[in-house]
């Protein structure tokens, strides 16, 4: 009898031993830590919930994984795995790791899907009309004015390079090279990759056990799980129209991303007239239509930057007519309209979207 008390006795501190090196009898302290950063040529943030040490070993873990997305990701980085592909274009396919290969096979799918509105192979454009600087500030004011007046480019410079940006000149070879068939063809993933980005990290911190963090690439967000205290993460949708950032309307989310594409992003002034940097890859010319800005949210990242990239080229109606059959998706539109702006919005998001001016009305569809 005295033996199997002490059999029991000894279980229970064993598994009281293990309970507290795991943390389970007396919980570690749960808090969030947020850490700022620049990668992939924008301003991070990031804000992590978890116990002890855990959203420090997180928080390295993400901005490793970001700078090595930058590193292989970048147009401009000359010893990145897309300047690779671009140098080597007309040539032999080049060899890439798995993150290389999926965002460019991504890339390749919305292609098709949005029937070559997005299109990856625009880097020949964006090249010519370098139309890849951030808006100024009202602090730069008429320096910047100047810097961002250019010349028209000649037309037939524009159409010479059209025939490089047909997505067949891109080759796919399972499971790790990639080739551009033409000389002088160009990989520009600028409208995919943060939002790829955003969903590796937000599938690593789930991977860690993290039930909530919120994750800002410059506008690209994406929030995992809930708020600390359980309520939905409130994002603010930017306003167009103000110079300071100021959100127009706020949305309410749990494990989505809301990435915002607009025409406040970058833009050239020539001859007077605003040229934004959404190219119509069938013309090889700037877009000009109403849409402001073009906000998607899904659970995807990748998808989500891509489309909001996309339906600033589609302009309203033809967005429109891409969410009717896709009702899982969520959309915010903003349009020019008078002096003013016209917010639209998928009907899913009702009762989640509210706007910062109780004067401005969103209309659901």
């Given at each position: ?8 006795a000894?279980?229970?501190l ?8 795991r943390g ?9 830590l947020?850490?700022?950063g620049?990668?992939?040529n924008t301003?991070?943030?990031i804000?992590?919930t978890?116990?002890?040490k ?5 928080l390295d873990?993400?901005?490793l994984?970001?700078?090595s ?6 147009l401009?980085?000359k010893?990145s795995?897309?300047a690779?592909i ?5 040539a ?5 790791s ?8 991504d ?10 509105v997005?299109?990856p192979?625009v ?13 100024p ?18 037309p037939?410079?524009v159409?010479?390079l ?9 080759e796919?070879?399972s ?15 600028g409208?995919?990759?943060k ?5 590796r ?8 056990g ?10 690209n967000?994406?929030a995992?799980?809930s708020?600390p205290?359980?309520?939905?993460w409130?994002i603010?949708?930017?306003?167009p129209?103000?110079?300071r950032g100021a959100?127009?309307a ?13 025409t406040?992003e970058?833009f050239?002034?020539?001859d007077g ?6 190219f ?6 700037p877009?000009r239509?109403a ?5 998607l949210?899904t659970p995807?990242?990748t998808?989500a ?8 080229v589609?302009?309203a ?7 009717e059959?896709r009702?899982?998706?969520?959309a915010i539109l903003i ?8 917010i639209?919005a998928?009907?899913?998001l009702e009762?989640?979207?509210?706007t910062?001016?109780?004067s401005l009305?969103?209309h659901?569809f």
């Open positions: 009898m005295n033996k199997m008390r002490l059999s029991v000894v279980g229970v064993l598994i009281l031993a293990a309970a507290l090196a389970r009898l007396f919980p570690r302290e749960v808090h969030t947020s850490r700022d620049t990668s992939m301003m991070i943030r804000s992590v978890g116990e002890g855990e959203p420090e070993k997180v873990e993400s901005f994984l970001l700078d997305l930058n590193d292989q990701l970048s401009f980085q010893d795995a897309i690779r671009n140098d080597a274009a007309g032999e396919p080049e060899a890439v798995p993150d290389v290969f999926a965002v460019i096979e890339a390749r799918s919305i292609c098709a899907l949005t029937d070559g997005f299109n192979l880097g020949p454009l964006t090249k010519l009309w370098k139309i890849n600087r951030q808006m500030s009202d602090a730069e004011s008429a320096d910047a004015d100047a810097r961002m007046r250019f010349r028209l480019p000649d037939a410079s159409d010479e059209l025939p490089l940006t047909q997505v067949e000149n891109l796919m070879l499971p790790d090279r990639v080739r551009l068939r033409r000389k002088g063809c160009m990989l520009d993933l409208g995919i990759a939002g790829y980005a955003s969903l990290l937000a599938n690593l911190f789930r991977a860690r993290v039930r909530s963090a919120l994750i800002d690439l410059g506008g967000v994406y995992v799980g708020q205290g359980g309520a939905p409130n603010g949708i930017r306003n129209k103000d110079t959100p127009i706020v949305l309410s989310v749990t494990d989505a991303a809301v990435v915002t594409s607009g406040y970058r050239k002034i020539i007239v605003r040229y934004s940097h959404f119509d890859p069938s013309t090889g010319y877009v239509n849409m402001l800005s073009a906000t949210v995807d990242g998808l930057d891509a489309l909001a990239t996309a339906f600033m589609m302009g109606d033809r967005a429109f007519k891409f969410l059959d009702p899982e998706l969520g349009l020019e309209e008078d002096e003013g702006v016209k639209l998928t009907r899913n009762g989640r979207l509210r910062t001016d109780p009305t969103v659901f």
